[in-house]
């Protein structure tokens, strides 16, 4: 069937896991329909009506494909023609090992690429309640802040109540405004991100130390601060473990940000090398001009006052100027192990099939490749073969697997994409015994990509036949 005359799927959402899915399926040669309600109707936290706009922070964590599972992931999502993850490799910013991006341009990126594909439309309104009938592939892509009306629809149609947590955004301060008579810049244990396309040389952090009297001092009034109030449909929402805002980690022990977020590990003051920190506060940068940096780990529920009277109490802060505080918002999912396939479909509903947060993945990484796939299965089935899922033994497997089958259903949580998502590797070493460790997820991730390129060539065989 030409495109011409294939009726056309439509993403709801077009943020990171919408916007994939719409390219894999142009790029496969089906017609795509983007309903994006922004500006139509914005979020509580959207500051842009771009597509792919990231909200909470601007990495996407490690980029390492050998030992580290998102890294991994994001070896997999390139060699699948991943749009988002080429749009972060354009944009990257230095962070270390990690993948960091300006997200401005980042979005502009995703956005100029999706509307220039001769098969993708954009249209700009709220998609409210279920779609029309006669939209025989949907996917649902609203992500963790998916409209009331549309969340409600869902769960009526599955016959399950919505499940909800929050998650939380960090403050951004401007470099100019940070006092290098006591900050510095050095990563942990000067490890450094890759070479080329902005990559770091080992000083990709803005460290601010703290010593014993400046930390207590910090929790103590970091636990009497005011924090904005929930709205009653939020007080009993749970908030995601991988997420906390800073308050609620405060709350269970006064050593619990020292060994968290401001872990003073692998850093040293060459400002006092003599005295260790009892705590240090990390920034990230967070635009490609290296003018702006996100404070790691301090997501937060404090009025905007008080993130204004208790931050500038950090050394090397005191003078911050704010280009954006820290908020929270509620993130909405749905059991995904109970009520979807294993091609993502909605089983009591084929014609839906939902892709991103929404799905109960964790991470702007993971919401990406989820959509990957679902644009590819779209696809598959819009061109009259069977979707084919990736194996268990690969990332993006392994975490389709856990949202619709690995997981228990009565406990169901979001997750992060981990090893111990994957199946047990048989390699053992020069001495017969199993591989541990780092050698343990260097043979998951080398297997991974083995049956991840297996997979690609036969899906370009069964394209082909």
């Not at 290098?180 to 942990?188: G, H, I, L, P």
């Not at 601010?208 to 009653?232: E, S, T």
């Not at 006052?305 to 909405?332: D, M, S, V, W, Y």
């Not at 591989?435 to 390129?453: E, P, T």
Request: glycine share 10%; aromatic share 6%; net charge neutral.
């Amino acid at each position: 069937m030409k495109a011409g005359t294939m009726k056309p799927v439509h993403v709801i959402g077009g943020g990171l896991a919408g916007s994939e899915a719409a390219w894999q399926l142009a790029r496969a040669g089906v017609p795509v329909v983007i309903h994006e309600m922004r500006p139509e109707r914005g979020t509580d936290a959207h500051q842009t009506d771009g597509l792919a706009e990231l909200v909470c922070s601007n990495s996407f964590r490690s980029d390492d494909s050998e030992s580290n599972a998102v890294g991994l992931l994001h070896e997999e999502m390139r060699r699948a023609g991943s749009l988002i993850m080429a749009a972060a490799d354009k944009h990257r910013v230095p962070a270390g090992s990690a993948l960091a991006v300006d997200r401005d341009r980042f979005s502009a990126e995703v956005g100029r690429a999706l509307e220039a594909a001769p098969l993708v439309e954009i249209e700009r309104r709220e998609i409210r309640g279920l779609p029309p009938g006669d939209w025989d592939s949907v996917i649902v892509a609203t992500g963790p802040l998916t409209s009331s009306a549309l969340a409600e629809a869902v769960a009526e149609l599955s016959g399950e109540e919505d499940l909800a947590f929050f998650d939380a955004i960090a403050p951004i301060v401007t470099k100019d405004s940070i006092d290098f008579t006591k900050a510095w810049f050095q990563s942990r244990y000067d490890k450094s991100g890759p070479q080329g396309n902005g990559g770091g040389d080992g000083k990709d952090y803005i460290n601010c130390p703290m010593d014993q009297g400046q930390y207590d001092a910090f929790i103590a009034a970091l636990l009497a601060a005011d924090k904005m109030p929930f709205k009653d449909w939020e007080k009993d929402t749970p908030y995601f473990e991988g997420c906390l805002p800073i308050e609620v980690m405060a709350e269970r022990g006064p050593k619990t940000l020292s060994f968290g977020p401001m872990k003073p590990v692998g850093l040293t003051n060459p400002h006092d090398p003599k005295n260790k920190p009892a705590a240090i506060v990390q920034l990230r940068q967070d635009n490609a001009l290296g003018t702006l940096y996100n404070i790691v780990g301090f997501q937060t529920k404090l009025t905007h006052g008080e993130q204004k009277r208790l931050f500038t109490t950090i050394p090397g802060l005191e003078g911050a100027e704010f280009a954006r505080l820290g908020g929270i918002h509620r993130n909405t999912f749905i059991n995904s192990p109970k009520l979807l396939d294993g091609t993502l479909r909605l089983k009591v509903r084929p014609a839906l099939r939902f892709a991103g947060q929404i799905t109960g993945c964790e991470g702007y990484v993971e919401s990406a490749a989820v959509g990957l796939m679902t644009g590819r299965f779209a696809a598959a089935e819009r061109l009259g073969r069977n979707p084919s899922p990736p194996p268990v033994t690969t990332a993006m497997g392994a975490i389709l697997n856990h949202i619709t089958a690995g997981a228990d259903a009565e406990t169901f949580q979001p997750m992060n994409v981990n090893f111990g998502l994957f199946p047990p590797v048989e390699d053992k070493d020069e001495r017969g015994k199993r591989v541990r460790g780092r050698k343990r997820k260097q043979a998951m991730s080398a297997r991974a990509l083995r049956d991840f390129d297996a997979w690609l060539t036969g899906e370009v065989m069964a394209k082909a036949s």
